[in-house]
């Protein structure tokens, strides 16, 4: 097995995808024991030539006798290449390069509110990406569409709600956002875009876990009681969720219960009209 020796991965410690697929490199041989390391370690030498704030968006692989640095999906397809020849052929490819790098920075950028980590005030240096607002907007319209589609057809098994539509479902979803935004709309725009996108964290998050039902009762058909349990234990583990994002974000606590407010208040008016 081919190993990319003296090359070193400076990885956020704070994000656990960055842990687990660092770490893999590692345990797979691909790169040696000494191929990854914390971006809060790096050294005063080092950071003569590593661009800190390109590293802190972008995985920085470092040579470390050339005393050189490649950044984002170059790192990686560097480091899969040396084993895979093709993958780096076929990574380098200018349609595919396009759409790879676009994907890396559309999971980097939204990586703190994917997966958030409490603030660390000791150390020098965090690996915090840039505040990126158009890959957060995307970020937060994907959590929307996604959302809508599987309301829509998780609804279509609940008889005690009426039948709806996805612009429905779309409406709900982007109220949600507006009914808490309206009470914290004095905040930042950062910190409103922040929230806003541990809220739609949270609503994929649910929607992935409803997705299983769906599926079972794709093959098997199964009762209207199982799905409402289904939903009642989602609302919940969305709700403990939310609670501790908002504890992360140091925002007031009182977002969790409006959370659920709005959804109450929505159903509530569903059945009224109908």
């Not at 299983?212 to 058909?221: A, G, T």
Request: net charge positive; hydrophobic share 45%.
């Amino acid at each position: 097995m081919k190993t990319l020796e003296h090359h070193t991965l400076l990885y956020d410690e704070d994000c656990p995808l960055c842990q687990v697929y660092t770490s893999g490199f590692i345990k797979t041989g691909m790169l040696d024991q000494n191929g990854r390391q914390p971006y809060s370690t790096i050294s005063s030498e080092s950071q003569n030539f590593i661009n800190l704030e390109r590293a802190s968006n972008e995985i920085a692989l470092v040579d470390n006798k050339n005393k050189t640095v490649i950044y984002g999906i170059d790192s990686l397809l560097k480091v899969l290449g040396f084993r895979f020849p093709i993958i780096e052929k076929i990574g380098h490819i200018k349609p595919v390069k396009f759409l790879l790098k676009k994907l890396y920075s559309f999971i980097s950028y939204n990586r703190k509110v994917i997966i958030p980590s409490e603030e660390n005030t000791t150390k020098e240096l965090q690996c915090v990406p840039s505040f990126n607002v158009k890959y957060r907007l995307l970020y937060i319209l994907f959590s929307i569409v996604v959302t809508m589609f599987t309301l829509y057809y998780f609804s279509k098994n609940l008889s005690i709600i009426p039948q709806g539509s996805l612009m429905r479902e779309g409406f709900i979803t982007i109220g949600q956002l507006l009914f808490q935004g309206l009470l914290i709309y004095k905040l930042d725009k950062k910190t409103i875009l922040n929230y806003f996108g541990n809220v739609m964290t949270i609503s994929l998050m649910g929607s992935l876990l409803l997705v299983p039902l769906l599926l079972i009762h794709w093959m098997v058909e199964i009762s209207e009681t199982i799905f409402i349990i289904g939903f009642g234990i989602t609302v919940l583990i969305m709700f403990i969720e939310h609670y501790r994002r908002i504890k992360l974000l140091k925002l007031p606590s009182f977002l969790s219960y409006t959370w659920v407010l709005y959804r109450i208040l929505i159903v509530l008016t569903i059945l009224i009209l109908n």
